[in-house]
């Protein structure tokens, strides 16, 4: 009698796995045969679950721009002073960056080779957006400074927030999310400088 | 009469175009056909410059490391208050980074699967700890703000710093090297909120 291993992915740890094997061989370099091997069922299983490898990039990337953009919709980016909507802003993309780490990391290298690849791009592109926005509602109110420019500021302020994913590590005895955050919000408000 | 093409190339200009073919394609992923096919010439031709690909990787980020040690070795970064020398560092780091792009970009880039990637790795990580001993004594003289640990500070200074890399282009109508070292320095030291 032989035993059949019984497919027990979800659409969930089937995405799961996916995004660790794209984020370790980049989207390009990733074949079927990979995600294959590395979920450990057969190519025609993954099928029943996705129509291709662009689908589960799209879920992926989805579910780290649904994070993104969730944050814009919390009351405390949408109601009070632009400087206090935008830290809340940093903080919370801080927060969701380590909550979902390796869908945002995927998310921030996607090139744009694809119709998903440049979707998503179209997608970052308007979030950078909406938070430039609140950045320059800011400086009008005279509570950010005026002598950076506000896309230069926008584009520093992400370069800080997104390198984030390049050394953290859920498993590290450093800092916690919560650390990371209160960190993020205190160098781009205040600066090193002490007061 | 065959007129046989000049080889007109010197170990400077080769690595040039090498360091453009690395950073589009990665270092794995160029062989030396792609590096003949995109410098014009026979890869015996390159062989009569160098050694292989894993030389001109080794003098690309050479270059870059020279750069940015470069800096600690100013006057400015040398004698003062650390937090004076540190402004001096960060801003000078930025204007390396601009002057070098190509280079530095591909020193970013570089994982660790050969010898001289791994050695290249290491002197980054030398790098980030002469920075990181920096802000540890600015903090120490009552400069740099305690409340962020100082490990934790360099890394998110460093993000802002080399994510420069990720978008400036030395063609855009957008900000100048000077403009862009400016904008870092004021973010970094005093942070967005107005005083």
């Known amino acids: 009698?032989?035993?059949a291993k019984r497919d027990t992915y979800t659409p969930e740890t089937l995405l799961s796995v996916a995004v660790q094997?794209?984020?370790?061989?980049?989207?390009?370099?990733?074949?079927?045969?990979?995600?294959?091997?590395?979920a450990?069922?057969?190519?025609?299983?993954i099928y029943h679950h996705v129509s291709g490898k662009e689908e589960l990039l799209r879920r992926a990337v989805s579910r780290a721009l649904d994070g993104l953009f969730g944050i814009?919709?919390?009351?405390?980016?949408?109601a009070g002073r632009a400087a206090d909507r935008l830290e809340h802003v940093v903080r919370r993309m801080?927060?969701?960056?380590?909550?979902?780490?390796?869908?945002?990391?995927?998310l921030l290298r996607v090139r744009g080779n694809t119709e998903t690849e440049r979707w998503a791009l179209e997608?970052?592109?308007?979030?950078?957006?909406?938070?430039?926005?609140?950045?320059k509602a800011a400086a009008a109110d005279g509570?950010?400074?005026?002598?950076?420019?506000?896309?230069?500021?926008?584009?520093?302020?992400?370069?800080?927030?997104?390198s984030v994913v390049e050394w953290y590590r859920p498993d590290t005895r450093g800092a916690?999310?919560?650390?990371v955050a209160d960190a993020v919000v205190r160098l781009v408000f205040s600066g090193l400088r002490q007061d």
Chains 1, 2 share one sequence.
Do not use: C, Q
Not at 40 to 45: L, Q, T
């Open 94 to 106: 801080v927060e969701v960056l380590i909550a979902e780490l390796p869908y945002v990391t995927l």
């Open 176 to 179: 916690s999310g919560r650390e």
């Open 72 to 78: 814009l919709d919390e009351e405390h980016a949408r």
């Open 40 to 45: 450990g069922i057969s190519k025609s299983s």
């Open 21 to 38: 094997v794209f984020n370790e061989r980049g989207y390009d370099g990733t074949s079927m045969e990979h995600l294959s091997r590395a």
């Open 1 to 3: 009698m032989t035993t």
């Open 143 to 162: 509570d950010i400074r005026g002598d950076v420019e506000v896309r230069l500021a926008t584009r520093l302020v992400f370069g800080m927030i997104n």
């Open 123 to 135: 997608r970052r592109r308007d979030f950078d957006h909406r938070v430039a926005e609140l950045l």
